[in-house]
């Protein structure tokens, strides 16, 4: 029976999510429109505030099929989108603060080469100009900014397409923070699989000395359609394998049960 007990847990260990806080924003669970007051998703607290011009619309984006990805929403399908011409955001607050080594995803797309979409981290205000951390897809290209205005990283996709923006942040309070981002990585063979990221950084920034508590959504137009984003997480689950399912791939619940009862009748038999 020891041994049995033993396996199980094992066995949910590799299925169930380990401690550390999970970060959803899906936009599927909240009335269309303006996103002011609004709640939704999960491991946030209180609402979305901020500018009036970002909202939620009809649809969802759709990582590409190269990548992998492959974690589902439910409820209505929708993304957030912007409407004015220069840069704004929506912030709200982190549940539980976020420290250590923290994996994020989300899915941009920018209709046209005058179009932004993404997301900023400990950055207040409407619009700020320098945030503790910004990656975001403007045009066809992924832009970071790491304590400094943002800037392109030389990645691109095709204009109108969605393309997956994945992130590794390691908080160090008392020194260097380090931050690794990919643009269409193929999330299938795990962190070690990835490859090269498309660009990398380490600087002390004291803007996230104190862990992550801030999460801001951005969108905005310098000419045509502004930029669609969707499908925000974040995880700092203690194994950083897990924090990047918790982002990427993680199976569905039904699958973990499926497999656990195949355990168990495999063990009844053996009994």
Known sequence: MRNIVLLLSTALAAVLPASGALVSVTFDDIAAGDLNTKGGGTGLSGTWTGTSTINAIANNLTAP????????????????????????????????????????????????????????????????????????????????????????????????????????????????????????PDVTGGIAGLGTAAASYSAEVAGLNSGLNLIGVGSYRASGSAGIIDGIRLSNAIDPNQAFLDVTTIPEPSAALLALGGLAVAFRRRR
């Open 65 to 184: 099929a190269s990548t992998g990805y492959a974690i589902a929403t439910t409820g209505t399908a929708q993304s957030a989108q912007g409407s004015f011409n220069a840069f704004r955001q929506v912030t709200r607050s982190i549940s539980d603060t976020m420290t250590g080594e923290v994996w994020f995803s989300f899915l941009a797309s920018s209709p046209n080469s005058g179009s932004s979409a993404g997301i900023t981290l400990n950055s207040s205000g409407n619009s700020p100009t320098t945030p503790a951390l910004g990656v975001f897809l403007t045009s066809n290209q992924l832009s970071v900014g790491f304590n400094s205005a943002v800037a392109g990283t030389g990645a691109t996709v095709t204009t109108g397409s969605t393309g997956l923006i994945l992130g590794r942040l390691v908080i160090n309070e008392s020194g260097d923070e380090t931050l690794s981002v990919w643009l269409n």
